[in-house]
Structures are given as structure tokens and as C-alpha cells.
């Protein structure tokens, strides 16, 4: 069964510290992972996503990795702010079509 | 541009009733996704169209939920009869189409804001 897991479920530090989000997938064979970001009574706002080839990507203060082998991703949020207070979502594409599993989520606050 | 739109935002009915929701995609996109995020659970997928046919409707949890995306536009989804485990929240997304989307080939999504049922 496909499923993806993110630790932790929630995530609570001061402002300006780098932080670590974790997400774990069973089936190795992906397509493409994808970062999302939810904000409370908003969509999802795609962050980043890597290609099953690819290793990693990075935009701004955002770097995510991928290791398809070991079945993990992780999200790197340098310096974080207040602004980046919201739900970080992880979701595996097995194929081009669309169809993505997604990780509960780890609610992250950052206080100022 | 204008993103994808969810209507209703919030919707409150008792069990036994019908809601429609409804989905506008983003303009010239001809997939259209629908997802959804039940109360303590992750957000999963119900169907995806490629214009006005199901390209796949795997996720449909029965024969109570009902999609249509009539002339490969707008879609709506419809539960009927609705039963308190319908509660939540459900997303609709689009995207060009693979090779047509932002990076080549990974058919990059556009969430709407959700509409969120609660069935009492």
C-alpha cells in the first residue's frame, strides 16, 4: 500500500531558526514529490516539487531532498519567520496523471 | 489570472440531504482533480478528469458521490444522501496538462481554497 508519513505532526520554535520537516513514503517508485503549504481557510500552494531523478531543489530560504531509496524527503526552512507559520504538506505522484498521496502534515508555528 | 474557485466555501446540511459542490478551474486547464481531507485524516484523492472525461475515479468512496465536468469546464461534485462520515473539507485542483504544465512532464497543480461540508 502507498501511504506517506510526516514527522513531526506539529512543530513549534522561535523566529530565525533553521528547522527540519520530514516526510517517509513506502513505495520507492515515484514519479515526483511535491511540498505543499496550507494556510488556515486557504488552498494548497505548491512550494517545491523534485522529480524521481532529480535530488534535490531549492527556492529561497525553502531546500527539500529527496532519496528515493531510503523512502524519505525532507523540507529545510532556513531562518524561519513568522510568516512561515502554516501546515506543510508532502505528496507522492506514482505517475504523470495527477494523482498525488499526501502526508497529514506538520503544523509549524514560528514565534516571534 | 484567476486561480482555481470553490463554491460553496462552507457548507452545513443534516444527514439524509443533497449538496452540490462546485469547482471552477483555472481557464484553458484540462485536468481537474478533486481531493479531500475527512476530520484527523490526510487529504486523498477522489477523481481526476482530462476535459470532460474521467480519466480516472479511483478515490470515489461509493455510489453516493457523483462528479460531472459537463462541456470539460466547470465540474461539480454531488453526495446524495449525505452521511455524517462525508464531513470535511474538499479540494478541487487543476493543471494544463503533462508537458503543458510549468516544468515539462510534472503536471504541476493548482489548488482552489476548499469547500468544507459539515453533515449533522
Known amino acids: 500500500k502507498q501511504e506517506v508519513t510526516q514527522i513531526p505532526a506539529a512543530l513549534s520554535v522561535p523566529e530565525g531558526e533553521n528547522l527540519v520537516l520530514n516526510c517517509s513514503f513506502t513505495d520507492s517508485a515515484i514519479y515526483n514529490l511535491q511540498w505543499f503549504r496550507q494556510d488556515p481557510g486557504k488552498g494548497l500552494t505548491s512550494l517545491l516539487l523534485i522529480q524521481s531523478s532529480q535530488r534535490e531543489q531549492t527556492s529561497g530560504r525553502l531546500n527539500a531532498s529527496l532519496d528515493k531509496s531510503s523512502g524519505r524527503s525532507t523540507l529545510y526552512i532556513a531562518a524561519s519567520q513568522p510568516g512561515d507559520s502554516a501546515t506543510y504538506l508532502c505528496?507522492?505522484?506514482?505517475?504523470?496523471?495527477?494523482?498525488?498521496?499526501f502526508g497529514q502534515g506538520t503544523e509549524l508555528s514560528v514565534k516571534p | 489570472e484567476a486561480g482555481v474557485t470553490q463554491f460553496p466555501s462552507h457548507s452545513v446540511i443534516e444527514k439524509g440531504q443533497t449538496v452540490t459542490l462546485r469547482c471552477d478551474p483555472i481557464?484553458?486547464?484540462?485536468?481537474l482533480y478533486w481531493y479531500r481531507r475527512v476530520m484527523g485524516k490526510e487529504i486523498k484523492f477522489l477523481l481526476h478528469?482530462?476535459?470532460?472525461?474521467?480519466?480516472?475515479e479511483s478515490g470515489m468512496p461509493n455510489n453516493r458521490f457523483l462528479a460531472e465536468r459537463t462541456g470539460g469546464t466547470y465540474s461539480t461534485l454531488k453526495v446524495q444522501p449525505a452521511e455524517l462520515e462525508d464531513s470535511g473539507v474538499y479540494f478541487c485542483?487543476?493543471?494544463?496538462?503533462?508537458?503543458?504544465?510549468?516544468?515539462?512532464?510534472?503536471?504541476?497543480?493548482?489548488f482552489g481554497a476548499g469547500s468544507r461540508l459539515t453533515v449533522l
Open positions: 478528469f482530462v476535459k470532460e472525461s474521467k480519466q480516472d
Open positions: 481557464s484553458g486547464h484540462d485536468n
Open positions: 505528496a507522492v505522484g506514482y505517475n504523470q496523471g495527477g494523482k498525488l498521496i
Open positions: 485542483a487543476s493543471s494544463q496538462g503533462v508537458g503543458r504544465g510549468l516544468i515539462s512532464g510534472a503536471n504541476v497543480l493548482t
